[in-house]
């Protein structure tokens, strides 16, 4: 078995570190954890788009989706897909995606 010199390890951590920074991505290693987003009901999406302080046409605007989906959502009668439910969970957590994805 090799020894291991601990120097070396920490010097090898940092020469990676500071070519990471500089833009040398090739020797990453990206770990993915997939989260559980809640299933939005109804009453979530009217919650988030009061909160984003916006019509249910500018929500729909800002989702790439119809405002009959907006509506159809509030009033219950569709719930949003699960990647509609996982877009509305980043609008409500970080408000100023709105702001990116249109002008406001």
């Avoid at 601990?6 to 940092?14: F, K, P």
């Avoid at 929500?59 to 790439?64: D, I, N, P, R, T």
Wanted: net charge negative; charged share 25%; hydrophobic share 40%.
């Amino acid at each position: 078995m090799e020894d291991f010199n601990v120097y070396e390890g920490i010097m090898d951590g940092l020469r990676e570190a500071v070519a990471y920074k500089q833009g040398d991505h090739s020797n990453c290693k990206v770990s993915i954890r997939e989260i559980s987003v809640p299933a939005y009901k109804a009453a979530d999406v009217i919650r988030t788009r009061h909160a984003l302080n916006l019509t249910q046409n500018a929500l729909a605007c800002a989702m790439g989706v119809s405002p009959k989906t907006v509506e159809e959502w509030e009033a219950g009668e569709v719930e949003p897909s699960d990647l509609a439910s996982r877009f509305l969970y980043l609008l409500d957590g970080d408000h100023s995606l709105v702001q990116r994805l249109m002008v406001i």
